[in-house]
């Protein structure tokens, strides 16, 4: 069993700080996914990172994909409130029997104004 | 242009019995994936199918649950029986290759 382990769990900060979110696993992935999902919604992507050492920006959100392939992070500069919401990373590993993604436990921001 | 259409969005059902949650995939994405997620704790890949096929099912429990993917109409899950630990929220995704997917709203399944 393939596991990714997010972290922080939850964090709480104010408007204008930046932040760090981490993603990290012993297991190689052919690619990773980033979500968020507000409550009672599905998860949205943001983005997905496939070559090792990637890195992509979107706006205020840096996502990075390790050298290895095991760990990625997603940076926010200039936090808003409206980021607000659980942000999930999903592993994709491409197997014979399809994609299936091994999603973490997810890291809950709120970003008080 | 509508996105991955599930229902119901809530569904209350007592105890023994059955369940049918229903998911229309984004036009032209041929794969269909059921996740659920229970209270406090991240997505679980439950099942992957193709049209008619079941490609991986490695994530579903052996008993009462069951899922389709008819050459026309929805995918549907299936949970016979159903009991107080089925409760949870139930999501499907689908996409046209294997990177990207789209989720539904997802149907919350309260068992009573």
């Known amino acids: 069993t393939q596991l990714l382990e997010q972290s922080p769990q939850f964090l709480s900060i104010q408007e204008g700080e930046n932040l760090t979110v981490y993603c990290n696993s012993s297991?190689?992935?052919?690619?990773l996914q980033w979500y968020r999902q507000e409550p009672g919604e599905g998860p949205v992507l943001l983005v997905t990172v496939v070559t090792g050492g990637e890195v992509k920006k979107l706006k205020r959100l840096t996502f990075q994909f390790g050298d290895a392939r095991k760990d990625s992070s997603l940076h926010i500069t200039a936090a808003q409130p409206g980021d607000t919401g659980l942000y999930l990373c999903a592993g994709d590993r491409q197997g014979t029997s399809g994609s299936r993604l091994t999603f973490g436990e997810g890291t809950q921001l709120t970003v008080n104004p | 242009n509508a996105g991955v259409m599930q229902n119901p969005r809530h569904l209350v059902r007592r105890r023994g019995q059955e369940a049918r949650l229903r998911c229309s995939p984004m036009?032209?994405?041929?794969?269909v994936y059921w996740y659920r997620q229970l209270p406090e704790e991240g997505l679980k890949f439950m099942v992957y199918l193709q049209k008619e096929n079941i490609i991986d099912e490695s994530g579903m429990p052996k008993e009462r649950f069951s899922a389709e993917f008819p050459k026309e109409g929805p995918s549907i899950l299936r949970i016979q029986q159903v009991v107080r630990g089925d409760s949870a929220a139930y999501f499907c995704a689908s996409s046209r290759t294997d990177y990207g997917y789209t989720f539904g709203s997802g149907t919350r399944l309260t068992v009573v």
């Open positions: 297991s190689v992935f052919s690619s």
């Open positions: 036009k032209g994405h041929s794969h």
